[in-house]
């Protein structure tokens, strides 16, 4: 069964169109990548998933379950969760209130207070900063409290935009090696990224997204060609596309 | 020492109502994310409902269960359902303009509805007022008192439970920052604002008719200045901290009544300092307190998932429309003029000079609001001053109106910009309260004054003379001859500065304040020259007034109006010039209008709950009323005519390529 | 303490300091820019680099130390007026004008950075550019390769022509130093492309930038020098090459145990 499925869906911002009959299907315990050039609507892929954005046509499947045009709440209740792009975080309420906000609503007080304890041990920087302020973090100590929040219960489905986005290379390390721990029990992925070296190493399908319509699906050997081909021709500074082994 | 007991312990209960209402502020501040200036009308309303049930021979828990338990919660869920609802989390303005709208207006509405008959208060809920209880101190503590200060009680344990209740203060807490990001959550958000709307209102009901019988009659203006004085005790919480809150309430309490014991009766202190110390206090604590200063909002994380405003349809409707409604908005104002001076009648004509007076004061708001994106609520003050200055110097010393104006416009400039200085590194609500502060300081401290706002019966202002005509007794059509003629050359200057380029440094502080510092704009200078520039628009307004009147008093130019001012400026269309005299005409046009209905319809209080309702718009229509109007019609006639309206294209994908993402990655 | 030689040219940060309530978030942070200099400053997410930057930009002050530009001290100055000494920014969150076009972006920049402040006349003037402006303007149009978007209103960009938009209007006007924070978070790679083209072409104008970022090979693309900020302190600095290998930088920023 599909954790997450798009069937032809339009979708845009008052009279923008973002979105033209994309469709895609995420399995259950599967790992889809989504990627694309920016302005390509990878986000408002992600935005329909979550229930933010409203398709003009077409339909959203969580878990089988049609929930096109649902509100935001539902969709979370039906196993979905999001990591949004930029500062998923509320800025008043500390980094613990943040956690224990959402691991409150579905876990047991006790199962709750050993999620907080398994994710402070995790990110042991956010452990340091469990008092402070989440709106006075550091920009990548947002993302990754954002990130946190949907790691530390296992849902169904989980939407992260732009997952790497501002994280120093050690906490992308840290974060696809905790991803893959969710994998494992039994959570099914799809991540949208900006650096698709990496995310096509985990996925075990890829969608290209261009200009609000799929460019490509399948494994995702076959979509680095494809990206290369949309971005590649411009990206003339040298060795910009080759990742640095430094020493 | 006896004597200072004496006067401090009787200010312990008075203190408690601030206390009370000020709890009241922040808890509903902290649980629904408004700063709800309308608490003071819903307290307003179970008060009368209750007192009128109590007239009605209603035994006294039934009408407290009907005023309190019943109707106040109901009034908050049809608040939150129909108005707050509506506005996005991180718009400062639009929820201090409607909550400024509620608080105008409720009142109104009870008072169409039940006329405004004098109704004396019922006695306590359970003591007896007259009889003394005990002594404290040895000063004699009555019933009244007593039961005043166990009710503070009562609540600060209820409000300390609510909020302590952990998991649901927090769920509040994220759904006042973000009901979107809490429903992502999985949290039914809006759920949870509508309990929060409902127990805040509940008490408001819960306040209103406890402090019933604080008065012997039940009017409103007590609801109102409680209100205002409880902002200081709020400020002194933090607008956050409600035990701070309760503290700051009683203090405000005991220094009243130490002030008022120890000042005699006689001294100017009595007279001018007493009732402005709670505004005093309130101005002080905004200006030199860090965390009121810090009270901005912060921004919505979601708002990428929105579409970008709409543009204003002038410049997409087509280009055949364009001219037409150009031509034709031309004609219409010519012939407005061409009528006035020729068939329409006296009353009329007076009217609708009034409202080119308006318009110029309203212009004020187009500047400060529009062009800075603050909020003043003190316009009317600067209206005020300017027609003192001017008035005085007419009546005292001779100096003709017209001068005087002028002198009285630059004498609002200049308190203007004094204003602006210590309000330079405050914006949005803390903003608002310390112009709010400023008003009430003026009607308390300054405008009852003879040689300010002239003797409590008035001033008589002379009409201008220009040459050999005089403008009183060639009836008031050269009156409005002129007043156009100002309101043309500030409407000029208005657009000067909004095309200049202090314009563009003003569209940038208000989109983004860090951004536009760090390329070298100073704040600072624009803030002091908009707040300087539209004192003086306004205080030349405030001359034309009273000229135009012929005869003001110390009560013309009170903060209830620039609260009016305001809720009709924005919700009609604060960003255009056109949006002001729209604002300045309809206001006098409607209430003149209504003037004709029978009885207590045609007070004109029908008028403010008119606009106040116009308010439900402009939650969804942030670009005010005659904008969104414009645009509907716009769109219709577009479509009727087959213009190929620009207004209604779907912005294909090529072109959306360029689309929008405010809010960017992470801080 | 007097002032080093290196101060009398480009950017000089001396010792800086910052603490918020009891956390430092720098502590005695030493950092030179050169005119004509790509300094690139990395570390792990909370390091202090934002901070750092504020701290230059005047939107923060610093607990202790003191910060120079070309000789003269910026400590006490807001930051509209070390934005007309020669400070340039963008955020890491980016702070543009929605509903602004690109050109009166730059317009705007280029006018409000003039040294010798604000004039009279910008009251009642007609708001447009004067022929110096238009010229600077098309330059730095060009320049982000958004010429052919420069009347669009901002809010209908996406978020990597923001970004280049920000980087316009930071450099109109000569700047001395630009800091730039993590401009290419959100960009494609034919963003980051522009991006790098845009950043090599400062240092012959004699422009210094700080360049905060995690994309590595853009900073080895670009920067003349790196430094690396942990936990509030400098802990190496040097050739990108030779840092990246240091022991102490692998396991603080990259994550790999040497
Ligand atoms: N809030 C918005 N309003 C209008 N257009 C938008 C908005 N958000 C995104 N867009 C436009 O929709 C298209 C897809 O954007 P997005 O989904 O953010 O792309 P991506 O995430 O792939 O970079 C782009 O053209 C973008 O400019
Ligand atoms: N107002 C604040 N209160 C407490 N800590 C703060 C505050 N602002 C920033 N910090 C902390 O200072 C550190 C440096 O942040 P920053 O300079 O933004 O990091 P980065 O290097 O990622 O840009 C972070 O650990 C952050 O949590
Ligand atoms: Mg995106
Ligand atoms: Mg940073």
């Not at chain 3, 938009?165 to 290419?184: N, Q, Y």
Request: with cysteine; charged share 15%.
């Amino acid at each position: 069964m599909n954790a997450l499925e798009l069937v032809g869906v339009t979708a845009g911002y008052g009279p923008y169109r973002a979105l033209d009959e994309v469709s895609l299907s995420v399995p259950d315990g599967g790992i889809v990548a989504l990627v694309g050039p920016n302005g390509a609507g990878k986000s408002t892929v992600a935005r329909v998933c979550a229930g933010l954005v409203v398709p003009t046509e077409g339909r959203l499947l969580v878990g089988g379950d049609d929930l096109t045009g649902a509100a935001p709440w539902r969709i979370a209740r039906a196993g979905l969760a999001s990591v949004i792009e930029g500062r998923g975080v509320f800025a008043r309420l500390s980094v613990a209130e943040n956690l224990e906000l959402s691991f409150g609503r579905w876990l047991g007080p006790s199962a709750a207070a050993t999620a907080l304890e398994r994710t402070f041990d995790g990110f042991p920087m956010l452990a340091e900063r469990r008092t402070q302020p989440a709106g006075t973090l550091s920009g990548g100590q947002q993302r990754l409290l954002s990130l946190a929040k949907v790691l530390g219960d296992s849902p169904r489905v989980v939407v992260a935009d732009e997952l790497s986005l501002g994280l120093s290379p050690a906490a992308v390390e840290d974060i696809y090696l905790q991803l893959r721990v969710l994998h494992a029990a039994g959570t099914a992925l799809l991540v949208i990224e900006q650096q698709t070296d990496r995310v096509l190493g985990l996925a075990d399908r890829a969608v290209v997204l261009d200009r609000g319509v799929v460019a490509f699906t399948g494994p995702p050997d076959g979509a680095s060609p494809v990206v290369r081909r949309m971005l590649g021709a411009t990206a003339t500074p040298d060795s910009l596309a080759e990742p640095v082994s430094p020493a | 020492m006896s004597t200072f007991l004496s006067y401090a312990v009787p200010g312990i209960p008075f203190g408690c109502t601030y206390a009370i209402v000020a709890m009241g502020l922040v808890l509903t501040y902290r649980t629904t994310g408004v700063f709800n200036f309308a608490f003071g009308s819903q307290a307003f309303v179970s008060a009368f409902t209750y007192t009128v049930l109590i007239g009605e021979g209603i035994p006294t828990w039934l009408a407290f269960v009907i005023a309190v338990v019943v109707l106040a919660p109901a009034l908050g869920w049809v608040l939150d359902r129909f108005l707050f609802r509506r506005i996005a989390a991180t718009n400062t303005t639009a929820k201090l303009v409607s909550a400024v709208a509620v608080f105008v207006a409720l009142p109104q509405i009870v008072l169409l509805m039940f006329g405004s008959a004098t109704r004396f208060s019922p006695p306590p809920l359970f003591l007896d007022a007259g009889r003394v209880y005990l002594h404290l101190f040895s000063t004699p503590i009555n019933g009244l008192e007593l039961e005043t200060v166990i009710m503070t009680a009562a609540l600060v344990l209820v409000v300390s439970a609510v909020l302590g209740a952990s998991r649901f203060g927090l769920t509040v807490r994220a759904a006042v920052e973000s009901p979107r990001l809490l429903q992502l959550e999985g949290v039914r958000s809006d759920r949870v604002l509508s309990a929060a709307w409902m127990g805040s209102s509940l008490m408001a009901g819960l306040a209103g008719v406890l402090l019933v019988p604080q008065y012997p009659t039940l009017q409103f203006n007590n609801y109102a200045i409680l209100l205002v004085a409880a902002l200081a005790a709020a400020a002194l919480g933090n607008l956050a901290d409600v035990q701070l809150a309760l503290l700051g309430g009683i203090l405000l309490g005991v220094v009243e009544g130490l002030a008022s014991g120890y000042f005699s009766t006689s001294s100017v202190w009595h007279t001018g300092l007493l009732p402005a110390i709670p505004f005093l206090l309130l101005a002080i604590l905004l200006v030199t307190r860090g965390r009121l200063r810090a009270l901005e909002d912060t921004e919505d994380p979601l708002a990428g998932s929105d579409p970008p405003p709409p543009v204003p349809i002038a410049v997409t409707r087509s280009a055949e429309l364009d001219r037409v409604i150009k031509l034709g908005g031309r004609a219409l104002a010519v012939a407005a003029v061409v009528s006035v001076l020729t068939w329409v009648p006296g009353n009329w004509a007076f009217t609708l000079t009034a409202g080119v007076v308006y318009s110029i004061i309203f212009l004020s708001i187009t500047l400060v609001t529009g062009m800075s994106g603050q909020v003043s609520l003190c316009q009317a003050t600067f209206a005020g001053i300017g027609a003192f200055v001017a008035a005085q110097l007419a009546v005292h010393h001779g100096v003709p109106i017209l001068l005087g104006a002028v002198i009285g416009a630059l004498g609002a400039m200049v308190v203007g910009a004094l204003g602006a200085l210590p309000a330079l590194r405050l914006r949005g609500l803390p903003l608002a309260l310390l112009t709010l502060a400023l008003a009430l300081l003026a009607d308390n401290a300054v405008f009852p004054y003879s040689w300010a706002g002239g003797p409590a019966s008035g001033l008589n202002v002379p009409r201008p003379q220009i040459g050999s005509i005089n403008l009183a007794t060639t009836s008031s059509k050269g009156f409005f001859v002129l007043a156009l003629l100002v309101l043309i050359a500030c409407v000029i200057g208005v657009k000067v500065v909004q095309r200049a380029t202090v314009g563009r440094y003003l569209d940038a502080l208000r989109a983004s304040p860090l951004g536009a510092e760090s390329v070298g704009i100073n704040p600072s200078a624009a803030r002091v020259f908009v707040f300087a520039l539209s004192a003086g628009l306004a205080g030349l307004g405030g001359a034309l007034y009273a000229s135009l009147q012929q005869s003001i008093n110390p009560a013309d130019f009170n903060y209830q109006f620039s609260l009016v001012f305001v809720v009709v400026v924005v919700t009609t269309g604060v960003r255009t010039v056109e949006g002001a005299i729209q604002a300045g005409v309809s206001f006098v046009v409607v209430e003149q209008l209504l003037s004709y209905l029978p009885g207590r319809w045609g007070s004109g209080g029908l008028a403010i709950v008119l606009f106040a309702f116009a308010a439900l718009t402009y939650a969804r229509h942030p670009e005010g009323v005659v904008e969104f109007q414009k645009r509907l019609w716009t769109e219709r006639a577009e479509r009727w005519l087959g213009l190929g309206g620009r207004s209604d294209r779907i912005v294909e994908m090529a072109t959306a390529s360029t689309g929008t993402d405010r809010d960017g990655p992470v801080a | 303490m007097d002032p080093l030689p290196e101060r009398d040219r480009g950017l000089s940060v001396v010792s800086v300091s910052v603490r918020f309530g009891g956390i430092a978030a720098l502590e005695g942070v030493d950092l030179v820019v050169d005119p004509g200099e790509i300094v690139g400053l990395v570390g792990p997410n909370g390091a202090g680099k934002t901070t750092l930057i504020n701290c230059v930009g005047g939107q923060l002050v610093q607990s202790s130390g003191s910060v120079w530009l070309g000789g003269e001290s910026l400590d006490g100055l807001p930051p509209f007026r070390r934005a007309r000494r020669g400070v340039a920014r963008t955020f890491q969150r980016i702070a543009v004008f929605p509903e602004l076009t690109v050109r009166e972006h730059l317009f705007i920049a280029a006018r409000a950075r003039r040294r010798g402040g604000a004039r009279w006349s910008e009251l009642v003037d007609r708001g447009r550019p004067d022929p110096d402006e238009s010229a600077e303007i098309a330059t730095t149009l060009e320049l982000v390769g958004l010429a052919d978007r420069a009347d669009a209103a901002v809010s209908t960009l996406p978020l990597g022509a923001c970004r280049l938009v920000e980087l316009g209007r930071a450099l109109i006007g000569r700047p001395t130093v630009v800091l730039a924070d993590e401009p290419s978070s959100g960009l494609d790679a034919r963003e980051r492309a522009t991006l790098a083209t845009v950043l090599r072409t400062l240092p012959a104008q004699g422009i210094g930038v700080l360049l905060v970022e995690h994309d590595l090979p853009m900073v080895s693309l670009v920067c003349d020098r790196v430094v690396v900020l942990h936990v509030g302190r400098v802990i190496a600095q040097g050739a990108f090459q030779a840092v990246m290998a240091d022991p102490a930088v692998r396991r603080a920023y990259l994550g790999q145990v040497a």
